[in-house]
């Protein structure tokens, strides 16, 4: 069983430019989510992707969207990035949505913004 | 609104040692609470969740942490650690049900020293 895969690894932007990142769900898993986690800092709840729609969001501006394929891969997309951008962008992924289903994370992709 | 908050960025304790790492929560309603551990490069692993059933959750690798109502507290504990347990260790309490909308904390690095 493969587990979350992320990609690229790691990843450098300068800011104003957009950045697209990658997440493939572990097999039979429907639910998505995504985290940024600064350095020295716990992971922060960017948003979620249940069947293909986004059904939870933190408090990330509208610039900070995302996707989910019908495989239930999923991508985010930053635009116009700020220097504040430079994190490790984590996925997660579930059976599905909810409190009974464990999330497994991926290893993560490093940003940094320039 | 509902938070954790984890005393000690830093603990450090000797190969066989008790391990306690703390977490204070906020929450006005029964919480989800979880903790998880990550290692260098690596993403998220779930070590144990608090659903309202037990107070005493077991978890994997021996850890075990107690949900305290009165003092608000989900302390991790394991009462040998291993050199191998040198990780950060994130607390976190689920802010929606029906999503993977998590509040984690600042996390604590445990060190083991030989």
């Known amino acids: 069983e493969t587990g979350v895969t992320q990609s690229p690894t790691h990843l450098i932007k300068t800011r104003g430019q957009q950045v697209t990142l990658r997440c493939s769900s572990q097999?039979?898993?429907?639910?998505v989510s995504w985290y940024q986690q600064a350095l020295g800092q716990g992971p922060q709840f960017i948003f979620q992707?249940?069947?293909?729609?986004?059904?939870g969001r933190g408090n990330f501006p509208p610039r900070f969207s995302g996707l989910q394929f019908p495989n239930y891969s999923s991508e985010l997309n930053v635009n116009a990035l700020e220097l504040d951008d430079s994190a490790l962008y984590l996925c997660?992924?579930?059976?599905?949505?909810?409190?009974?289903?464990?999330?497994?994370f991926g290893p993560g992709t490093r940003l940094t913004v320039t | 609104a509902q938070s954790v908050t984890q005393l000690g960025s830093h603990v450090s304790v000797s190969e066989g040692a008790l391990v306690l790492l703390r977490c204070n929560y906020s929450?006005?309603?029964?919480?989800?609470l979880f903790w998880y551990v990550q290692y260098p490069n690596q993403g998220l692993q779930l070590l144990l969740k608090?659903?309202?059933?037990?107070?005493l959750v077991k978890g994997i690798n021996g850890f075990e942490a107690e949900f305290k109502k009165s003092e608000t507290s989900f302390h991790l504990t394991k009462p040998s650690a291993h050199m191998s347990d040198a990780a950060e260790y994130f607390c976190?309490?689920?802010?929606?049900?029906?999503?993977?909308?998590?509040?984690f904390g600042a996390g604590t690095r445990l060190t083991v020293k030989p």
């Open positions: 997660a992924s579930s059976l599905a949505s909810g409190q009974d289903y464990e999330q497994y």
């Open positions: 097999s039979g898993h429907n639910t």
């Open positions: 992707y249940y069947r293909e729609e986004e059904n």
């Open positions: 929450s006005s309603v029964p919480p989800y």
């Open positions: 608090y659903t309202s059933a037990a107070t």
């Open positions: 976190a309490v689920r802010l929606n049900r029906g999503n993977n909308d998590m509040r």
